[in-house]
């Protein structure tokens, strides 16, 4: 440890006591996500409950030449919060507060600890809902969604974090702290750097404390699993019912989706085997849009696009329908799948596939592509299964060049690299097949603004 | 052979009920409702034992309000062949729908009753047993296995340490325990399909039976909410805390 590092480390000691941990298993719990490839490696982690003492760790950050790496319910999937390089991990967990409620706003300001899955339990009890949903839930920190303007399962009905967060207090680079928006739905005053911060992946400054609006709680929440001949009619089948009614979710998974998340032990919807799958979503607001959402089934079964499908009766096969597509990653997981998360515009998407299973299955023909994804945005996840008798290093070698050809289709059709899961570290490397050269070219000045000495959360998104 | 299901309309499983702030019952307003889920592996069975072959027609039956019509309309979807609702805005008890059902089943000459052993709300597994001693049929209750063969039905039940089968003989009850069978889902080509089934209405009148309530609730109340545990720094101090404070040693 040099001198600088010493001294920084005694600084930290005097501001927060026993809550700044240097152990190995602290490094190494605190030290990674979801993704595994960088091995944990901070120099240690902090654990703040308080506004001042965030300010307090950035300043002697910048003092000391110290690099910080925000850490929230890590679940991240592309090493955005992972600390490789002799970082300090800034972990929110104490500052897990819920801290004002407004029932005429239907706002809760929280701290960014607070897990979603608290949120949203806190806003039901409130008889409220919080929309934004995905699978890592019960473990995500609002700070981390914030951080990845993180998306999910309901988003072609209720939008991104970004589209619920009316106010932030952010700590920047610099130590400063900025009030933004301040929880107002109408603002007209310049720049709203609130969405600088939202999906900046920490790279600005930290989120100590967000605003968060809610919205009426859903009501009969009904599905359809349906199959399909082909991609393009489940294209046809989101149009037709996009055309009635309100979908809240509208997912497709393949045959191979559907095979591995039945041998996982969840039932089987229905007999008839379909090349693809699509689950959607709706609320029953009255039997009319029961019998609508009838109407457009047989419609749909008319014209061949749809050959099979169930619809839930209560909300206990509300649930069980949902966890066809919800488990579909882990029935995967242990294939120790490639993945990617990317997005075309929703019109784009069957070419998009198309071409990436041609591409792919030209190159490697014993490689099984599994997809799925909230279709209704245009955002799909693709995995590709290590074929068993292939080492994993060769395995991840080989997926190295899909990556590229993906990204390079990705750019053809005008897409998004990362739709929901972030830049961080995996995807840095192929941020200019979504971003210009002259777009990433200000990010860095926007950077430069908030984050002069590349304090927070450096290496990641882009490399300064 | 014809098969007789009553189903019943109740909260909807995944429902948090709330209870009402005068303490009368659990409040119902704008909360979902679906069919029991004992319900459901009953009306599964029921149409299983009619794709074997040994059930000809499966009538499905509720005693409920004018919306358990939903039900019973998801029942046909399932595979029942037609259902009778029994209105009424009463709220129910067990031997008030064992008499409707017995009236029912008087009408019908159905060779068997399989319903659930329990309905969710009200948790009195009481129906089949009352409407057993009512026609003086033989019952076989929490079935986990359910064979029809030479007018008999060997029914295996779930008991406290282990399995018990009896064999009924036919006309017979059975009702039916969680691990019977997997309800499927209603496929929406029979969704459809079920509109057209008839569903007869009638009224505890045209039955000549009284659903009148026979017990009265006093008071319903959430249960006590627990208090949340503390972690003790030391042996001594678990003892002196279980000595002075809960006094158990």
């Known amino acids: 440890m040099t001198a600088f590092a010493h001294a920084a480390m005694e600084q930290l000691t005097d501001l927060l006591g026993k809550r700044l941990l240097t152990d190995q298993e602290s490094a190494e719990r605190y030290g990674v996500d979801w993704t595994k490839v960088w091995a944990p490696s901070p120099c240690a982690v902090a654990l703040p409950e308080t506004i001042d003492e965030v300010q307090q760790i950035v300043e002697i950050a910048n003092e000391h030449g110290l690099h910080l790496v925000p850490s929230g319910g890590r679940t991240g999937l592309s090493a955005g919060a992972v600390a490789a390089n002799n970082e300090l991990v800034v972990a929110f967990d104490r500052m897990n507060k819920v801290l004002d409620f407004n029932e005429f706003d239907r706002a809760v300001t929280v701290q960014p600890g607070v897990v979603t899955q608290q949120l949203q339990e806190f806003a039901e009890e409130k008889g409220l809902f919080y929309p934004v949903d995905f699978a890592s839930a019960g473990s995500s920190q609002i700070g981390g969604n914030i951080g990845t303007n993180a998306g999910g399962i309901k988003v072609i009905r209720y939008g991104m974090t970004r589209d619920w967060i009316t106010g932030l207090k952010v700590v920047t680079g610099k130590g400063e702290l900025l009030e933004l928006n301040k929880g107002l739905i109408k603002n007209a005053t310049g720049y709203d750097f609130r969405h600088l911060f939202i999906g900046s992946e920490g790279t600005l400054g930290f989120v100590v404390e967000a605003t968060v609006k809610l919205t009426r709680q859903p009501k009969d929440l009904t599905c359809l699993v349906l199959g399909a001949p082909g991609f393009r009619e489940v294209m046809k089948i989101l149009h037709a019912f996009q055309q009635d009614i309100d979908l809240t979710a509208f997912e497709f998974f393949s045959d191979k989706a559907m095979a591995h998340v039945l041998a996982h032990g969840v039932p089987k919807p229905f007999d008839t085997e379909c090349p693809f799958y699509c689950l959607l979503e709706f609320e029953q607001l009255s039997e009319q849009v029961g019998e609508q959402a009838m109407a457009i089934f047989e419609k749909c079964v008319e014209e061949g696009w749809v050959l099979d499908g169930v619809m839930s009766q209560s909300l206990q096969q509300l649930d069980q329908l949902w966890q066809l597509r919800e488990r579909i990653s882990e029935s995967i997981a242990p294939h120790t799948p490639y993945k990617n998360d990317i997005s075309v515009s929703i019109a784009k998407v069957p070419d998009f596939v198309e071409d990436v299973d041609t591409v792919v299955q030209d190159a490697y023909p014993d490689f099984e592509i599994v997809w799925f994804g909230h279709i209704g945005d245009g955002n799909m996840h693709l995995n590709i299964l290590k074929p068993a008798d292939l080492a994993k290093e060769d395995f991840f070698a080989k997926c190295n060049n899909v990556s590229k050809w993906v990204f390079e289709i990705v750019e053809k059709y005008n897409g998004s690299i990362s739709a929901e899961h972030g830049v961080g570290m995996t995807k840095k490397p192929y941020l200019e097949y979504s971003r210009s050269p002259e777009e990433i070219a200000c990010m860095k000045a926007v950077k430069q603004v908030f984050d002069p000495n590349n304090v927070m959360n450096p290496g990641k998104l882009f490399d300064v | ?249």
């Open chain 2, 1 to 249: 052979m014809k098969v007789l299901v009553p189903i019943k309309r109740v909260v909807d499983y995944n429902v948090k009920v709330r209870v009402k702030a005068d303490n009368t019952g659990v409040d119902l307003a704008n909360v979902k409702m679906a069919m029991n889920p004992f319900c459901e592996i009953a009306v599964e069975e029921a149409v299983r034992l009619k794709e074997k072959g040994v059930v000809t027609e499966i009538v499905a039956v509720s005693i409920g309000p004018k919306t358990a019509q939903e039900q019973l309309r998801t029942a046909m979807a399932l595979g029942a062949d037609r259902s009778i609702l029994v209105e009424t805005d009463e709220d129910v008890q067990p031997l008030g729908i064992a008499k409707a059902l017995k009236a029912i089943v008087d009408e019908e000459k159905p060779e068997l009753v399989i319903l659930g052993k329990q309905a969710i709300d009200g948790d009195n597994n009481q129906t089949g047993q009352m409407l057993a001693a009512l026609t003086g049929m033989p019952q076989g209750t929490f079935a986990s296995e359910v064979n029809v063969a030479d007018g008999k039905v060997k029914v295996t039940r779930e008991i406290d340490g282990g399995l018990q089968t009896v064999e009924l003989t036919l006309p017979a009850v059975v009702t039916t325990d969680l691990r019977l069978n997997e309800p499927r889902y209603a496929s929406l080509p029979n969704i459809m399909k079920a509109k057209k089934k008839p569903l007869d209405t009638k009224t505890a009148a045209d039955l000549g039976v009284d659903l009148t309530p026979r017990v009265t609730t006093v008071s319903v109340e959430a249960p006590a909410e627990r208090q949340a545990g503390i972690i003790v720094g030391s042996v001594d101090e678990l003892v002196e805390k279980l000595k002075n404070e809960a006094k158990v040693i």
